[in-house]
């Protein structure tokens, strides 16, 4: 289990993390390294253009919302590469700041505490 996927189930399980991802696959949004933190998200509320983690084909991202066809996102990175589509029960929390950058369009889109 990669450290995305420990990071997943954090917020699975209703908390928000912190943590700095490496790659360059997010840039200029996220740079490798920065840091991180990621909400419980209502996946029925993300929009085109969020940040989320969630994971595709088995595989967990930190990575933008490219398209949305019902309860189906399409996942993608920041250089055009699309990583495929994801149900929302596989979308775990929104990305709602970047060293301590408050991210837009956040507001409303967070899942309760339990």
């Known amino acids: 289990m990669g450290m995305l996927d420990g990071m997943a189930a954090e917020v699975a399980a209703g908390r928000q993390v912190e943590f ?3 790659g360059n696959s997010m840039v200029p949004l996220i740079r490798s390294r920065q840091l991180v933190t990621v909400a ?19 595989t ?9 066809n019902g309860d ?8 055009g590469r699309v990583n495929g589509w ?3 029960n596989r979308i ?4 709602i ?3 301590g950058v408050p991210r837009p369009r ?4 967070l899942r309760p505490a339990e």
């Open 20 to 22: 700095r991802p490496t």
């Open 40 to 58: 419980p998200v209502d996946p029925a509320a993300v929009e085109v253009g969020d940040i989320v983690l969630c994971r595709v084909a088995g």
């Open 60 to 68: 967990t991202y930190l990575h933008l919302v490219s398209a949305i």
């Open 72 to 79: 189906r996102v399409q996942i993608s990175n920041n250089r």
């Open 86 to 88: 994801s149900g929302h």
């Open 92 to 95: 775990f929390g929104l990305c």
């Open 97 to 99: 700041a970047v060293d």
């Open 106 to 109: 956040t507001r409303g889109k």
